[in-house]
């Protein structure tokens, strides 16, 4: 679900710049985050002491005590309470009203109560994307019968997890997200980058490459997790690009990459044209696809270890890298590069 916030008066009129995504643990969002962390995690509680084991998070002594300390507290009411109705109802008439016995709920739970309020501001974002993890569903398939979905158990369990993260997420400017799959957190994509991902991922698969889309997908879940892996995701990148570009230019090649790809595209050219033409109104060459593909290929600068050239790939890498791929997937899977008509003589 994605949806956006009302800008400040002060930014429609123009007065204060458009509000950047905001990284970290807002001090605004944080105690609303942790209501709903305790809310949502009440609602499995046998999954709290398992959120904890995951997350390596040991319950402070000091949580025990208090709990046993109001364990007691709440036995005293009780039984204060309990000899109050029990002295009142001796003396009603038999057929009296009397109401029935008194109740003192439970005291919070240690372990809910812990992982909501006491840990850590910067173990939040891990919480509520295990919480995610073990508490929500998958989307229902589109052909799903509405009645069917509203009353699916999961889906309506997910749903009221998921609207009240999302507003808050949305409302703070959070980089974070709501997965497309429901079950965690991912960092926020720009709304073009976005759209031209989705395009991609789509061209390639009514294009017969669905493994192009799969490695896509990967990629962006490691590119945009909680905790990034741009170099992971740089992988599945050049993987996408391959899944398209070794079958249409290097089909009887053995051994296909990326980079021979890259060679066969400059060093036979000539064969080949691009669907943009250039000032004369000629159809265009291959050295824009070339250079794209050259970019790609050469800026995965730790693929190989222990060289000078080694260069941990940063997250603003990954996301370039990203731009790139699903431009090239979404140029070949529309052969927007193809072989040139070959001239009849005496055409």
């Known amino acids: 679900m994605r949806s956006t916030a009302r800008p400040r008066l002060s930014v429609r009129v123009g007065a204060a710049p458009v509000p950047t995504l905001v990284e970290g643990m807002p001090a605004s969002l944080e105690p609303a985050l942790r209501d709903w962390i305790y809310e949502t995690a009440a609602q499995g509680r046998q999954e709290v002491r398992h959120v904890l084991i995951r997350l390596d998070l040991e319950l402070p002594r000091l949580y025990l005590k208090q709990y046993q300390r109001e364990l007691r507290d709440r036995e005293a009411e009780l039984a204060e309470l309990t000899a109050q109705w029990e002295a009142e109802s001796s003396m009603r008439e038999e057929?009296?009203?009397?109401?029935?016995?008194?109740?003192?709920?439970?005291?919070?739970?240690?372990?809910?109560?812990?992982?909501?309020?006491?840990?850590?501001?910067e173990i939040l974002w891990d919480v509520v994307d295990d919480l995610l993890s073990a508490l929500c569903s998958e989307p229902l398939p589109p052909e799903t019968l509405p009645i069917v979905a509203r009353w699916h158990s999961g889906a309506?369990?997910?749903?009221?997890?998921?609207?009240?993260?999302?507003?808050?997420?949305?409302?703070?400017?959070?980089?974070y997200e709501v997965a497309p799959d429901q079950r965690g957190l991912q960092r926020r994509m720009e709304e073009g980058l976005s759209e031209a991902f989705a395009t991609a991922a789509d061209v390639a698969e009514s294009s017969g490459y669905p493994a192009a889309r799969r490695h896509l997908e990967r990629a962006r879940d490691k590119l945009f997790a909680v905790h990034a892996d741009a170099s992971g995701a740089y992988v599945d990148l050049i993987r996408a690009v391959e899944a398209v570009a070794c079958p249409m230019?290097?089909?009887r090649n053995p051994l296909p990459t990326l980079g021979k790809v890259r060679d066969h595209l400059r060093d036979a050219g000539a064969k080949y044209e691009y669907v943009l033409t250039d000032k004369s109104g000629t159809q265009g060459t291959t050295a824009g696809v070339v250079a794209m593909l050259t970019d790609l290929w050469e800026g995965h600068g730790d693929r190989h270890a222990g060289g000078p050239r080694e260069v941990p790939v940063s997250q603003e890498a990954g996301e370039a890298a990203l731009s790139i791929a699903t431009a090239l997937v979404t140029l070949f899977s529309r052969r927007a590069v193809r072989l040139r008509p070959v001239e009849r003589p005496g055409a």
């Open 249 to 251: 230019f290097l089909p």
């Open 95 to 121: 057929k009296a009203y009397i109401p029935g016995r008194p109740s003192v709920p439970m005291p919070p739970d240690p372990y809910l109560r812990f992982l909501a309020y006491g840990t850590e501001p």
């Open 156 to 175: 309506r369990r997910t749903k009221r997890i998921t609207e009240p993260l999302n507003r808050l997420l949305v409302e703070s400017r959070s980089v």
